[in-house]
């Protein structure tokens, strides 16, 4: 069925339900995943992007209490339930055919988001369509409002061959992360927030909030470029990515994979920080440093040594030569995933942990 011009009629309404029924089911199955601080992270956000609070509003801690037991109740219920299909028009769709859906949503004005995050746990999104432009030769599609989501939020992602990037996953990211960066990254962090004219002064939610927008709306373009720099890397074939992630679901396997696959996203002669680089975006730079741990940090030791140099010195080459060696050896290290993997049917699994361990994992200091 379709409206007057042209354009498909979708209750709005019943979609989100069925959209937050499979969110709440996946929350239901995984949410033991996370670490306490992780989930206790997740649930804040979830919170207050439920009760429409903005990044910088904390909620009541007894109302939000409440909600939380709330949850766990109803997690305690639907942590058997399958997911269900989408009904668009006569269509019933699976809810992780991501792109079959938005060929139903064409011209609705509606972004649908379905995908496999860390231990193959499904995560789905629903939002408006807030603005569309090419980038690199790529589609990006910017999504505002959000409809249904789950404890799972990232502020960009690929949708097959298309870049969506969420706004209120993004800003809800940015916040936690500014108010979270490690002693190892504050020089780095204060670099970032001197370039926005906050420089010296206490970090109060209403200082901050101000100029926040701003801030996120120049980071959003460097996520874009994150997810633009992954479709065109070359180097880790994405079907023996995928491939990786699906045998060795929650395992370190994965987590250094899955590590490479955003190293070489980054750092590519198209990717995050060649972008940054190009433009000489301080803020964006300060911002990547900052927020450069966990497995990602181990893969790109230059990084951090050539920020320090460049503090000194102001010199954006030197950061591009960390760039380009970082390219480099996240190059060798998915020639070493690709090679140890291919042997997987010739040696088995557990030589391919094996292999893993000892090539790649050990060196790194995990």
């Known amino acids: 069925m379709r409206g007057l ?3 498909p009629v979708v209750d709005v309404e ?3 339900r069925q959209v937050q029924f499979n969110c709440e089911v996946t929350n239901a199955r995984h949410a033991g995943t996370y670490s306490v601080c992780g989930l206790l992270l997740r649930l804040r956000n979830l919170y207050k992007w439920e009760q429409a609070l903005p990044p910088w509003e904390e909620p009541d801690p007894a109302a939000a ?5 709330r949850k766990e109740q109803s997690w305690e219920c639907l942590a058997d339930e399958e997911f269900e299909p989408l009904a668009l028009g006569r269509a019933r769709l699976d809810p992780l055919e991501a792109e079959a859906i938005n060929r139903q949503l064409s011209g609705t004005g509606l972004v649908y988001g379905a995908g496999y995050g860390w231990g193959l746990k499904p995560t789905f999104f629903l939002g408006r369509l807030s603005g569309r432009r090419r980038v690199l030769g790529r589609a990006v599609q910017w999504v505002g409002q959000e ?4 404890l799972f939020s990232s502020p960009a992602m690929l949708l097959g061959e298309r870049v969506v990037v969420r706004s209120d996953a993004a800003a809800y990211y940015l916040w936690d992360r500014i108010h979270d960066v490690k002693k190892s990254g504050q020089a780095a962090l204060l670099v970032a927030l001197e370039a926005w004219g906050l420089g010296g002064r206490d970090l109060t939610p209403a200082v901050l909030k101000d100029v926040f927008p701003r801030i996120v709306a120049a980071e959003l373009e460097t996520y874009a470029r ?3 720099g992954e479709l065109l890397a070359e180097g880790f074939p994405r079907q023996v990515w995928r491939a990786i992630i699906a045998r060795f679901p929650g395992e370190r396997v994965e987590l250094v994979a899955r590590a490479v696959k955003d190293a070489l996203a ?4 198209r990717g995050m920080l060649a972008y940054i680089i190009r433009g000489k975006r301080l803020a964006s730079l300060g911002f990547y440093v900052a927020f450069l741990d966990g497995v990602r940090r181990l893969l790109l030791p230059g990084i951090r040594p050539a920020f320090e140099r460049f503090r000194r010195d102001g010199h954006w080459p030197g950061i591009e030569a960390a760039r380009a060696q970082a390219y480099a050896a996240a190059l060798e290290m998915a020639a070493a995933l690709t090679d140890i993997f291919g042997q997987l049917k010739e040696r088995g699994e557990e030589w391919v942990r094996a292999e893993a361990e000892e090539r790649l994992i050990k060196p790194l200091g995990m």
């Open 266 to 269: 980054d750092t590519g002669p």
């Open 147 to 150: 409809l249904a989501r789950d």
């Open 226 to 228: 994150h997810e633009t």
């Open 65 to 69: 209490l409440a909600w939380v037991e």
């Open 5 to 7: 011009e042209g354009s």
């Open 14 to 16: 019943a979609l989100k």
